[in-house]
């Protein structure tokens, strides 16, 4: 019982709190800021990638929830990305013991450092970009690509425990000319079902840790609820920089992860 009580218990709730308001904010569950966090207390690679995506999977089904009602779900792209993006996660979360994790991550945080960077360029230069209060893709355009990279970013992330939505969201915004908030509530519903897919594939091999799951899960929970509470309110010009911002912040984190691997 004192374990409960200890430090590990607070860092968790206070870490997955302050994670999960900012993920419902955002639209990304942003594993990759609490990945490092669940490795402080479960420190084998493919037992914090099952544990992290488990917490994932509990957030994005909140943070999916208050979108969903707000009906800032574009169902086209949750279709396509999101089926593939399931079985892609599947596959990455049975085979993850396989592959190793630390170059994968390096390669990760460098492609999020560049698409935030880029994205908050484009915020504060002030270059027109697509993305208005409504705007939809067109018919069928995107039906191949979105299916691919969801595919593509559903294993990789599946392995690593990551949901790649930090690359979703930008190409969402920028090239499928989504709203920000409505890019954010399509994205989070999507990794709700690619978290769980993954987190199953982790699951047949037993890679999770109960108690870290369930304490940081239900704290991410409370957060993404509150935080898609909040998004929704929010401009998009300032929905954009948040979560630009929010990624260079991830990709900070998993750079200086993969180098101390």
Known sequence: MEEIFSFTFLFAVL???????????????????????????????YVAAGTNLGIDTLASLTGSYRYWKGGKIEPWIFLFMGSFSCIGAFLGGYFSRCLPHKW??????????????SMLW????????????????????????????GFILGFIGG?????????????????????????????????SLTA?????????????DVTVLLIMGLASMAGAYLGSHLAINLSPLALKR??????????TTLILKSLRM
């Open 159 to 191: 392995m690593v425990g990551l949901l790649m939505g930090s690359l979703r969201v930008p190409v969402m915004i920028r090239s499928m000319g989504l709203a920000p908030a409505l890019a954010a509530g399509t994205n989070i519903a999507i990794s």
């Open 242 to 251: 948040l979560i630009s911002s929010a990624i260079i912040l991830m990709a």
């Open 15 to 45: 870490a997955g709190l302050a994670i999960g308001i900012l993920a419902g904010l955002t639209g990304m569950p942003l594993g990759a800021l609490r990945l490092p966090a669940v490795y402080v207390m479960v420190p084998t690679s």
């Open 196 to 208: 769980l897919s993954g987190f199953l594939g982790h699951c047949l091999q037993r890679n999770f």
């Open 104 to 117: 994968f991550l390096l390669v990760i945080g460098i492609v999020y450092l560049y698409s935030g960077l």
């Open 122 to 149: 484009v915020t504060i230069s002030g270059v027109s970009t697509s993305g208005g209060e409504e705007s939809v893709p067109e018919g069928k355009k995107w039906a191949g690509a979105s299916a691919l990279w």
